[in-house]
């Protein structure tokens, strides 16, 4: 096969100059150049950034980030002349110069490859627990077949996505990555977790979103309703509630995660296309049982 055509998405909301433009001095510096780049601004104008080359498209309000990065994904989609696209995070960085390069073997090398997870690390090269894409965590390194992937850095087929769709805008902001990591597997595309892929990024933890409880159990719940059969949706839901109430210490934290959960109960987030429970199986035979 010849070699897949690379396209990048970024979003930014236009807070993070310096480091937007340390990311994109390191797109530019990958020895696979990409055939399109394109900057989407949430709620930003873009008229701070001049690069030769750059697709800038700015939009006047904030749709949260899948659906930021959907306007980006749908304007490489009707382009036409992308097989992959690169989606990265406007504060991450590529440190190595192959990294195009390298997924671009990748997906010529497995034609059913629809997703490639990155490894994201810190600038001391560390990667947080919950940075790895399965359950077993304790090795950042092992690569292999995983049933998720970090939102910060991976790359997404042009094929899996005409026929998956594109992100669950609706969501905004939490678990957006495993909606469209089940339909991927339910159509029978793979993710591969490839460490050797590296998007450096600073350590952070999710909870400094303001919405953060919130958005995560309203979207948990969606997920449920618009993913899983229906006999596994009260499992899934009564599994991540308990795990809530072990893990969150915060009092405001819990309140607001309740006031999504019960959001999500009341709430429809259509379309409901449960997976099929083959899917289901192969799940839980890469150690992710769609129960957690």
């Not at 059913?112 to 810190?122: C, H, Q, S, T």
């Not at 594109?166 to 595309?189: S, V």
């Not at 899983?228 to 819990?254: K, M, Q």
């Amino acid at each position: 096969m010849s070699t897949p055509r690379i396209g990048v998405v970024i979003v930014t909301m236009g807070n993070r100059p310096r480091e937007l433009t340390a990311l994109l001095d390191s797109v530019d510096r990958q020895d696979l150049p990409a055939q399109r780049v394109v900057l989407v601004g949430s709620a930003c104008p873009l008229t701070d950034v001049d690069r030769p080359g750059l697709e800038k498209l700015p939009l006047t309000d904030n749709p949260g980030c899948p659906g930021a990065r959907n306007v980006g994904l749908q304007s490489l989609l009707d382009a036409g002349d992308i097989d992959v696209v690169v989606e990265l995070d406007d504060d991450g960085l590529l440190i190595a110069d192959d990294v195009f390069r390298r997924v671009a073997e990748r997906y010529a090398a497995e034609p059913r490859l629809g997703i490639v997870a990155f490894r994201i690390a810190d600038e001391h090269g560390e990667t947080q627990r919950r940075h790895v894409p399965r359950l077993r965590a304790s090795d950042p390194l092992r690569a292999g077949l995983v049933t998720a992937f970090l939102g910060g850095g991976h790359a997404l087929s042009v094929p899996m996505l005409r026929r998956t769709g594109l992100w669950a805008g609706e969501f905004r902001f939490g678990h957006e990555e495993t909606d469209l990591a089940w339909r991927a597997l339910d159509d029978g595309w793979t993710i591969q977790y490839d460490p050797q892929v590296v998007l450096q990024h600073p350590k952070t933890s999710p909870a400094r979103h303001a919405v953060y409880y919130r958005y995560t159990a309203r979207n948990r719940v969606w997920l449920a309703k618009r993913r899983l059969p229906a006999a596994l949706v009260p499992l899934y839901l009564t599994t991540w509630l308990l795990l809530t109430l072990a893990r969150t210490r915060s009092l405001p934290g819990l309140t607001s995660w309740f006031a999504g959960f019960a959001e999500g109960l009341r709430t429809s987030c259509p379309p409901r296309r449960p997976m099929r429970w083959h899917t289901v199986w192969h799940l839980t035979r890469l150690g992710r049982p769609p129960l957690i």
